[in-house]
Structure formats: C-alpha cells, structure tokens
C-alpha cells in the first residue's frame, strides 16, 4: 500500500528572523484561518509550510539519497525573503516529522524522522498572491519565452534569478496540464461562481497567454475576457485539481 506525507498538522516555530515568531504549537486543519495585521508572518507561515511539504517531497523523490541539508539550503535561499535564524520543528499527518535549524540564512541541520517509509511523493502546490491572476502569469510567460527549447531543469535554473522556487514549480505546473478537459467536478465548481462555458484550458507560449475554449472552440483569452476576481478564482480551483 503507497504512502503519502500527508498534510501539516503542526509546526513549532522558534524564529528571530525574518519574521520573529515564537510558537510551541500551530495546528492546521483542513481549513485553517491566519489571522492578524499586516507584515505579522501569515504569508511567510505559508510559504515555510510549501518549504516543509517540498523538502520531504524531494528527499523521498531521491530515493533518500539527497543531503537533506543541501536540499534544505538550496529551496531555503530559493523561497524566503530574508535571512532565517531559528528552528523550526513540523509534523505531518502520517507522523512524519521534520525539523530545521537556520544561522544567519544558513541551513545547519535538518532531521527527519519516517521519511523512508513514504513510497509515493507529491506534487506540493502554492499559489502566492503575486501570480492569483492569469494576466500575472503572462510576465512569467514572456521572461520563460527566452529559454524555449530547453529542458525542463534547464527553464528553472535559468527563471530562478528571478522569480519565487514556489512560484516557478506552481506556474510550471499549470503550463504542463494544458491542454487541460475539464472534469464535470471542475465545471460545477467553477459554475458556482458564475463562470460557465468553459470545456477546456489551454497556454500558448508564443504568444505568452493561458486561454480557455468552449464546446465549440471558441477561444477566450484569460488575461482580456476574464476579470481579475474571475481569474483568481479560475487559477485557485484548476490550479489545486
């Protein structure tokens, strides 16, 4: 029988950098609402939770061959503004747990323990207030249009300089489940909020635009059909399918 990580069900953050933090225990449920004023930590909290789901995804991806601390430094340098300095300790839902230690921005340790019992990663997915729209998006498309041909580890290494590691593995998701049918599930969802005719979901990297078809074929481009409140809610349900 395979085996997920799972979910985080809760972290202990004890933080004096970027954002001090001092927590013994934050549990998230399957939804969990992150409340407080602006520049308290919720979109750090979130980005250190892709951080956590990731690192034990790409440990188990490489057969538990990876130095967890290389891995740790690279998607660390990758995905937080600022230095970290600090130790944060996380449990996952299957009772996995994984804790990280930071000095100065550098990753000085990082332990795990049942990581080699997981048998089936996954792909960890966050989309970031700065690419909700697809009108967003189309700036990542342009500056990937630069690298076309390349291979896949190629595009990223190359994005990197500038763009979020979450970012670039959320979009880059996208672009590879187009063209995308949607299911009857994905229709209802999205009828929901009153967007309706969509059959399908598509991105043409020459012309740097997601677009969408109906039954018939009729193309709609995202970025100049859709309004801003349409495309988020587009990107956040096709997005997490």
């Known amino acids: 029988m395979s085996k997920q990580l799972g979910d985080i ?7 004096t950098e970027p954002v001090p933090m001092n927590f013994d225990t934050i549990e998230f449920n399957k939804l969990t609402l992150l409340c407080g004023t602006n520049g308290v930590g919720k979109s750090f909290i979130l980005v250190l939770n892709w951080f956590l789901s990731y690192l034990g995804n790409i440990i188990v991806m490489s057969g538990m061959k990876a130095d967890p601390t290389a891995v740790g430094q690279f998607i660390s340098d990758n ?3 600022g230095r970290m300095q600090g130790i944060v300790k996380c449990l996952f839902s299957s009772g996995i747990t994984i804790d990280v230690a930071w000095d100065n921005g550098k990753v000085m340790n990082v332990t ?3 990581l080699d019992t997981i048998t089936e990663p996954v792909q960890v997915k966050f989309m970031s207030s700065a690419y909700r729209t697809f009108s967003a998006i189309n700036g990542y498309l342009f500056a ?3 690298f076309a041909g390349k291979s896949d580890e190629e595009i990223v290494s190359n994005m990197i300089s500038s763009f979020r590691l979450y970012d670039i593995m959320y979009i880059e998701h996208l672009i ?3 063209p995308l049918i949607l299911t009857p599930e994905l229709k209802k969802s999205l009828e929901g909020f009153d967007i309706k005719d969509i ?3 598509h991105v043409d990297l020459n012309e740097c635009d997601f677009y969408t078809e109906d039954d018939k074929g009729n193309k709609k481009s995202m970025s100049r059909w859709y309004g801003s409140g349409h495309q988020a809610l587009i990107n956040m349900i096709i997005g997490a399918s």
Do not use: A, E, P
Request: one cysteine or more; hydrophobic letters at 25%; glycine letters at 4%.
């Open 79 to 81: 995905c937080f503004n």
């Open 144 to 146: 990937r249009k630069q």
């Open 176 to 178: 590879r489940k187009c």
């Open 199 to 201: 059959h399908s979901l």
């Open 9 to 15: 069900s809760s972290v202990t953050l004890w933080l």
């Open 112 to 114: 795990h323990n049942g």
